[in-house]
C-alpha cells in the first residue's frame, strides 16, 4: 500500500515559482507509477503531470507544459512538483498521487488508487 505525504504549497504571486514535495512510503519504482492533479473551488479534480516509476516517461497537461516539472528522488523517496511562471489559473489544492502498473490514460483520476491529502496552492495577480 503506497502512503503519500504532500508539502511546499503556499501563496506567491503571478510569474512566481514553487516547489511541491510529496513523501512517499510503500513506493516501488518497478511497479508503481506517479502523478500530480490538482482541483480548484467548483471544478473536477484534474491531471498535471505523470511519471513512470523509473522515470523514464512523463506527461504533462497542455495548460502545465513547459512551465511545470515532475520527478522523483529515489534515494529520498521523495516526488516533487516544480512550478514555474505561476498564474492566477493554477491556484488549485494540489494532490500527489500512485498507482500500479502503467494507465492507460496518465493523466486520468481513475487510474491512480492511493492519494495524499493535498496541499494548498494560491496563485494571486
Known amino acids: 500500500q503506497v502512503q503519500l505525504v504532500e508539502s511546499g504549497g503556499g501563496s506567491v504571486q503571478a510569474g512566481g515559482s514553487l516547489r511541491l514535495s510529496c513523501a512517499l512510503s510503500g513506493y516501488n519504482k518497478f511497479r508503481n507509477y506517479l502523478g500530480w492533479f490538482r482541483q480548484a473551488p467548483g471544478k473536477e479534480r484534474e491531471g498535471v503531470a505523470t511519471?513512470?516509476?523509473?522515470?523514464?516517461?512523463?506527461y504533462y497537461a497542455n495548460s502545465v507544459k513547459g512551465r511545470f516539472t515532475i520527478s522523483l528522488d529515489n534515494a529520498k523517496n521523495t516526488a516533487y512538483l516544480q512550478m514555474t511562471s505561476l498564474k492566477p489559473e493554477d491556484t488549485a489544492i494540489y494532490y500527489c498521487?500512485?498507482?500500479?502498473?502503467?494507465?492507460?490514460?496518465?493523466?486520468?483520476?481513475?487510474?491512480?488508487?492511493?492519494w495524499g491529502q493535498g496541499t494548498q496552492v494560491t496563485v494571486s495577480s
Open positions: 511519471l513512470s516509476g523509473a522515470g523514464a516517461k512523463s
Open positions: 498521487a500512485a498507482g500500479s502498473g502503467w494507465p492507460g490514460s496518465p493523466l486520468a483520476v481513475r487510474e491512480f488508487s492511493a
